[in-house]
C-alpha cells in the first residue's frame, strides 16, 4: 500500500499546497504569512509537522538542538542593536519632552528672539543638563532591572536527547533556548514557549486571555482533524484551533505535549506585536505626580500673563518683560522631578533587593509603599507546605487500609500518566505514607487520567485491576464538597448503600470537624466500568461510590504569626483567599495569630455582583482577616478587583498557576522564585524566599522610597511657590526685577540638584508606620502654609535690602539686590531641606543623611560664594559688602525660628506632616 501523502518523506517531493513549511522555509514575519504557517501546521497531522521540522515524538538531540539555535531560536523580536538604539531614542524622546524641559527650551527661544544670547545658551545648557542626567539615570534603572528580570526568567521543559540513538529525558531549559523541533511538555502553569502544534493532551486547557481578552479558559488537543474541523471556506481562527498552543498564552489546567513550530519573532505573538511593551497602569505616586504637574502647569499658565503684564506696563520693555515672565514660569516647575523620582525608585529597587526581594517593574517599589492590603494564599504562604499523611478512614470515620490504597492508586497513575503534573504535594504525600494494603503499581494498570487543577479541585484516573479482567476503574478524590456532588452510593461496612441527604450532611459534618482540627480531608470514590481503553471524561465522574476520606497535616509555618503580626504594625490588611475548606482556612489564621473575620464560600461570592462584593469587602473589620475559601482562580482576581474598588491598594502573594490571574490584577502581584514560570511573570516582585518577613522588609522599602519621593515634591514645590509669590509681589513693589530671569534659573537648578539627596535620606518613622498615599489636598496644604512663610520673609529681605542700600547708585543698588536676594534664597532653602523633610527628632525623625547635610551646606556655600566667582559675575551678581551680611543672617535666623513654630502648629492642627 501507497503510504498516505501526508506520511512521504521530506525529500520525495516538494510539499503540496497549503502544507507546513519545512526547517528551511523563507522567513517571512508579516502577520499573514505566520498566520499561513501555523494555519498549514494545524491542518497537517502530527506526524507530518514533526517530519517537516526534522523532528520525532522523541525530541531533538542535543547536538541537533544547539546547531538550530542560531537559526531557529527565540531571536528577539527585533534584533538586539536595533532594539537598543529605539529604546534609547524612545528614552531620550520622553526626557525631551517633559513639559518642564519644555518650559526651558521656550525660556531659551525667548532670550534668542530677545537678542540676549549668554542667556539662551545657558538655558539650553540647562535644559541639556536636566535631559542628560535623567537619561542617564533611567538608563541605569533600566538595565538594573533587566539584570534583576534575568535572574527569573521562564523556563520550559523540552524532551532532548543526549546523541542521536538515546533515550529521550525531559530538560529544562530557558525559554530563548527553546528551538524549532523541539519537543515541549505542557502542564498546569507553564507558558507556552513558542508557537506550539500539539501530539498529545490530556484534558489540556488554555488561557489564551492576552491575545482574545475571553478569559474562560480554551479546550486544546493533539486530534487531528484535518481541516480544523471547519467547513471548508470557513477557516477557525488561529486560537479557535484546538491543535494549537501559542506564544503567550499559559496553561490553566490538564497536560500535553507538543512540538514548537516558530520561535520568537517568527511567533504570531512576535508577528503581531513587535517588541511593543506593555504598558503599565499608572501607580498611586505616578497619579498624584501627574495631579501636581498639571496643577503646576495650571500656575504657570495663570502666573505668566500677569507677570508680563505688570512688567511691561510698569518699566515698558516688554521684551524684558517677556523674558522675565517665563523665568517665572522656570521657578515654579520642579524641572527634576522626574529624576528625583527614578533616582530614587532605583535606590528602593537595590536596597530591595538586598533584602531578596527582586522588582521586575520599578513602579512597583511605589506600590510596595502605597500597599494597604495583602491577599494571600494559605499553604506554603501560611503553613510550610510540608503535607503528611494524618488518618485515612472509611464514611463512618473508622480506619481504613482500602481507601488509603485507592488514594494512592490515583495519586501514582495520576503522576505516571501525566508527568508534567507530577510534584504534587498531596500526591507526594500520599505515596510516601506507610501502611497501605497493596501495591498500586503492580496490582493495576493505568489507561489514563485527569490531573488535579484548582477549579475542578479533583483529580479522576482510570485503571484495569490485573487481576480482573473486563472492567476498569474510576478513581476521583478531591474537595469533599465536589466529589460528594458526583457521588450516588457510599461504601459502609456491611456494603453500599444509596447516598441520601441525611447522609451527605453528615459526612460533610465530619469533614467539617476534620477541617476545624487543622486537617485537610479529602474524599475518594471509585466506580466501576466496562473496558473501554480510553481515559476518564466527565461521564465517568458521575454515579461514584464513596469509599472514604483521606487526612493531611500542614504544619503552621511558626514565622507567619510575627510577620502578620509585622504586616498589621505597618498598617497593611490581611486577606486569605483559599481553595481549601473554610474552616481549616480559619484554623490556619488562628494559628497565624489572626482573628479569623467573615469568611466567604466561592459559591457565595459567584452569587454577588461587583458592586455587592465591593461593599462586603469594604464593610470588612479591619482588625481582623477576612477569608475567601473554596475559590477558584477567577474568582480571586475578582476579590483583589472588588478590594481596589473599595479604594484599597492591593498586593496579592501567591505562587501556583491558579493565582496568575488576580497577580495581575493586584496593584503589586508578588510570587517567589520557585513559582511557577506563569505566576512569576505575572508578578510585579519576586520573593527570593517565600517568607513573608522580607515582604514586611520589602514594604517599608517601598514606602521609604514613596516618602522620599513625595518629601521633594512638597519642598520643591512650596519652595517654588513661594519665591513666585514673592516675585510677583517684588515686581509690582520694586522699580526694577527682583532677580533677573538667568539668575532665577541658576537658582533654580541649584537648587533643585540640591534635592537629589533627598532620594538619600533616611525616611521619618512616622513615614514608615502606615501605607503611603499620595494627598495632593494634604500637599496643597502644606505648601499654602509653608509657602507663605517663605514669601513672607522674602518680602522681609527686599525690605531690608531695599533700606541697605539706600546709599548705592542705582545701577550698583541694583546689582547688589540681585545678590543679596539670591543669597538669602538659597540659605532658606538650605534651612527648608534641613526643617521640613522631617518632623524634629524629639519627635522620631531621624537625622538627616549625610548627602542631605552635604547638600545643605553646598547651597548655602553657593549663595554666598558665587557672586565672588566669574559664573556669578557673568550671570549678573556681585560680592556682597561685609556689611549685608547681619542683615541676611537675621532674615535667616527669623525664617529657621517661624518655620520650627509653624511645623508645630501644623501638626497639631492636622496631625500629619510629610
Ligand atoms: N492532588 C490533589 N488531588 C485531589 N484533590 C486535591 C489535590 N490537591 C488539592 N486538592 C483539593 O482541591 C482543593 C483546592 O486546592 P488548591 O491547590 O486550589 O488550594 P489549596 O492548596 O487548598 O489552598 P491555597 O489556595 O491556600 O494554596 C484542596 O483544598 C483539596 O480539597
Redesign the pocket.
Known sequence: MAPAPDLLPLAAARPPDGAPPGPDAPDDPSAPAVRERLTAFADASPLTVLRRLESSAKGLDEREAERRLPRDGARPLVPGAVRRAAAHLARLARTATDPFVLVLAGLSLVSAVTGDPRGAVLIALVAVLSCLLRFRQEHRSDLAAARLRALTTATATVLRRAEPGAAPAAREVPVDQVVAGDVVLLGPGDMAPADLRLLSSSDLRVNQAAFTGESPPAGKRAAWTGTGGAPAGERPGLFERRELCLMGTSVVGGTGTAVAVATGSRTYFGATHRDLPRRAPATTFDRGVRAVSWALLGAVLAAVPVVFALNGIDRGSWSHALLFAVSTAVAITPEMLPLVVTTALARGAAVLARGHVLARRLPAVHNLGAMDTLCT?????LTLDRITLACHVDPLGDPDAGVLYWARV??LW?AELAPEAAG?T??EALLAADGAAGDPYEDVRGVGAVP?D?AR???TVVVRPRDRLGCEVVVT????EDVLELCERVRLPGGTAPLGAGERDRLRALADGRAADGI?L?AVATAERPPSGRGPGPADERGLTLLGFVGFHDEPDPSAAGALAGLARLGVRHV??????PL??RRTCRDAGRVPGRTVLGAELAALDDGALRDLVAAADPATTLIFA?VDPRAKARIVAALQRAGRTVGFLGD?V?DAPALRAADVGISVTGAVDLARESADVILLRKDLRALERAITGGRRTFGAGVTYIKIAVTSNVGNVASMLAASALLPFMPLLPLQVLAQNLVFDLSQLSLAYDRVDRAGLAGPRTFDVRDLARFVAFFGLIGAVFDLATFGLLWWALQGYGDGPREALFHTGWFAENLLTQAVAILLLRGRGRRRGSPRPARPVVLAAVALSLTGLLLPFSPLGAAIGLRPLPAGLLPVLAAVLAGYALATVLMRRLYLRLFRRWL
Do not use: M, P, W
Request: proline share 0%.
Open positions: 494564599d494559605k499553604t506554603g504562604t490515583n495519586a495520576s504534587d498531596i500526591d488535579f484548582s479541585r479533583r483529580a478524590k478531591g474537595a469533599v485537610r479529602l486569605i483567599v483559599t481553595g481549601d475548606h481549616a482556612a473554596r501556583g491558579n
